[in-house]
């Protein structure tokens, strides 16, 4: 079975403060992706990571940035915490392009 | 972008057929269509994809249509466990131009 896991259920930090969201996959796949998940909104692409050392924006990449070292880890970093990015943070990987997505379970942040 | 367009909400009971109808008037020739069924404090799971015609799997069937503007998720005789959120999806080539969007809400009743 594919594994996505991330490092934390929940997550509370304050504003201003670094955080860091890890996400491992065990399926080597190229495709990374993080996503937020907002009531009413669905879920909206942060940034996308094609291969090791490589990412692209999606739809709302202010206020984030993706660091891919290694091919199984893709890691989201708020620089500084803001309480509009109080969110549900979901992880995903996929083999190639447009294929099947397979998700973590999601961490829950909360900016104070 | 690409951008699909669904119900926010059906309701349904035990048994039933349930058809939820995705609109995707911009797909790409070489685009596939993705649906997703997500349930509360998880992430989203691949349900079925397809490109034309039917598609048929132990979950559901998917119905597109020639002009591919459109796509149904048929699922046979639901359950209580069926309640979920169900995305329908089109990228436009690129992975970095997915778009959840913000689903269907479908709640089964006994």
């Known amino acids: 079975d594919v594994k996505v896991t991330q490092s934390s259920r929940y997550l509370v930090k304050r504003t201003g403060e670094k955080v860091f969201l890890e996400c491992v996959q065990d399926?080597?796949?190229?495709?990374m992706f993080w996503y937020r998940q907002d009531p009413g909104l669905g879920l909206r692409l942060i940034y996308f990571?094609?291969?090791?050392?490589?990412?692209e924006k999606g739809d709302i990449p202010e206020g984030y940035s993706v660091s891919r070292e290694k091919k199984e880890r893709f890691s989201l970093i708020l620089e500084s915490a803001s309480t509009n990015q109080t969110s549900m943070y979901l992880c995903?990987?996929?083999?190639?392009?447009?294929?099947?997505?397979?998700f973590g379970p999601g961490t829950r942040l909360t900016v104070l | 972008l690409a951008k699909t367009t669904q119900p926010i909400s059906m309701d349904s009971y035990e048994g039933q057929e349930v058809n939820i109808t995705c609109s995707h008037n911009?797909?790409?020739?070489?685009?596939?269509i993705t649906w997703y069924q997500q349930f509360p404090s998880q992430g989203p799971r691949f349900i079925i994809q397809?490109?034309?015609t039917k598609v048929t799997n132990e979950v559901a069937s998917l119905f597109i249509p020639a002009d591919r503007k459109s796509s149904t998720l048929s699922l046979p005789r639901v359950s209580l466990s069926d309640t979920a959120v169900y995305y329908c999806?089109?990228?436009?080539?690129?992975?970095?131009?997915?778009?959840f969007g913000s689903g269907t809400r479908l709640s089964i009743r006994p």
């Open positions: 995903a990987s996929s083999y190639i392009s447009g294929n099947e997505q397979f």
């Open positions: 399926m080597d796949h190229e495709n």
């Open positions: 990571s094609y291969d090791v050392k490589m990412k």
């Open positions: 911009n797909i790409a020739t070489n685009d596939y």
């Open positions: 397809g490109y034309k």
């Open positions: 999806l089109a990228p436009r080539g690129s992975a970095s131009k997915i778009i």
